[in-house]
Structures are given as C-alpha cells and as structure tokens.
C-alpha cells in the first residue's frame, strides 16, 4: 500500500511536458505511476522511513518525487537533473499534487549535491547510470562518497549493453548509452571506493520494464 498516492491522469501529465516545453512525451510517461510507485516501494523495502533524507539523481520532473516527497520529512528530498526545463514542469506537478513540503531541485550534469548541507541516508538513480559515461560514474561515486551517511545506500538501475552508443535526450540533449555495466564492474567500482557493493537484494520486486537493479552501502 502506497500513502498519498498522487492521482495525476498521464494525459494531464503529458500536457504538463507539453505546456512547460520539456521534451517530446513517450513511453516515459505512459509507465509513470509505475515507475514511481516501484520506486518508492523499493526504498521503503530498503528502510526508507518519513525521518531519511533521500537523493535522487537523475530526478527528472520528480516522478519518484510526486510520490516520495509527500511521504517524506519536510525539506528531506533533494533531486539533481542536468536537464533545465524540468525545473519547472516539477514545480507544476508538484502543484497539482497538493503537497506543499519543501523540497530542492539543483540543474547541473556534474551532481550537484556535495553542498546540501546534509549526509543523504539513501539515493536512488532510476535508469540514469544507463546514460552515464565511466568518468560520469565515476565523478557521482567520488561525489556520493562525500555525501551520504554511513551505511547509506545507493539504489541504481542498469542494463547491461554490448555496445555504447549516443542519444540525443528528448532529441535535443546530447547522452551516451554506456556498455559493460555488470555485477563485476560494479564490484570493482565499490573496490577502488571502499564501500560496500550488495549487488541486487533479495525481495527487491523486478523492475518494471526489465532493468537490472545494483545497490552499493556507504
Ligand atoms: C530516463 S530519465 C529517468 C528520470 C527519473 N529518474 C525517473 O525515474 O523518472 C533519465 C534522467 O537522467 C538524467 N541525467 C542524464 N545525465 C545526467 C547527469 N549527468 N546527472 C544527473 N542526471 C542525469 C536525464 O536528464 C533524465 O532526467
């Protein structure tokens, strides 16, 4: 069961993509109530609680944030994103969801949370490590390692890949699509960061259109 669960038709959410200017709709919108109720559910299954201050990076306009952010402390959400008109679609969602907590949104591709002025108790990156380069991986390990509390958990999704290849985010935002992403990879990464990799637990459910799920402890 899934509290104050935001009742947003898609069709109202696309027009909101639409009115702010902020990509072209597609299957990202049709599964959203999905992944942001899959998401939510497995942070709680992980110890997410309304006093944990959570990160999520790659917030896009706050799919996970409409329905975590109701749930959480004031001020306890903050979402990083490099893409600029999602400032403002949020905003507009989180209007029509009537939740009025406080909460922070920064735009920038190099993670912009080392200056939050807190330690994040977990973070979530819900299909964004798919459209991260090695050195990008990198760079938000080395910033996570700065900010999050001890024995704080970092949950990502993932899909192993033979081949990097280039996108162009709502066709007009350059990304790549990295290859090589595995368990082995992932463990060699917590390696040269010394932290912990748990690579999938046990009870989280699957993801909803198949994506591999990681999880590395602080
Ligand atoms: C498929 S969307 C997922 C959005 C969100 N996590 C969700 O579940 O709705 C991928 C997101 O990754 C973001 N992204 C791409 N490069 C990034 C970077 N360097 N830092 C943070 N987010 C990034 C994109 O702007 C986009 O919002």
């Not at 066709?171 to 912990?196: H, V």
């Amino acid at each position: 069961m899934v509290e104050s669960s935001p009742n947003i038709p898609v069709q109202r959410l696309v027009d909101l993509h639409i009115e702010y200017a902020a990509g072209v709709p597609g299957n990202r919108e049709s599964l959203w109530h999905t992944l942001g109720i899959w998401q939510l559910k497995q942070l709680k299954y992980l110890g997410l609680n309304p006093g944990s201050h959570l990160l999520d990076v790659g917030c896009g306009p706050l799919r996970l944030g409409m329905y975590v952010i109701p749930f959480l402390e004031d001020d306890h959400f903050w979402g990083v994103d490099p893409y600029a008109p999602y400032e403002k679609l949020a905003k507009a969602i989180m209007k029509e969801t009537g939740c009025r907590k406080k909460y922070t949104i920064k735009i920038g591709a190099d993670f912009p949370f080392v200056d939050s002025g807190r330690k994040f108790d977990f973070a979530m990156a819900q299909s964004v490590v798919t459209h991260l380069s090695n050195n990008q991986l990198d760079h938000l390990m080395t910033n996570l390692k700065r900010s999050m509390a001890p024995g704080g958990q970092f949950v990502f999704t993932y899909t192993d890949n033979p081949y990097p290849y280039g996108i162009f985010y709502e066709m007009e935002y350059p990304m790549i699509t990295p290859a090589g992403l595995n368990d082995k990879y992932f463990s060699k990464l917590a390696e040269r960061f010394e932290i912990e990799y748990l690579g999938c637990p046990g009870g989280i459910e699957p993801h909803p259109t198949g994506q591999r799920v990681g999880v590395f402890q602080f």
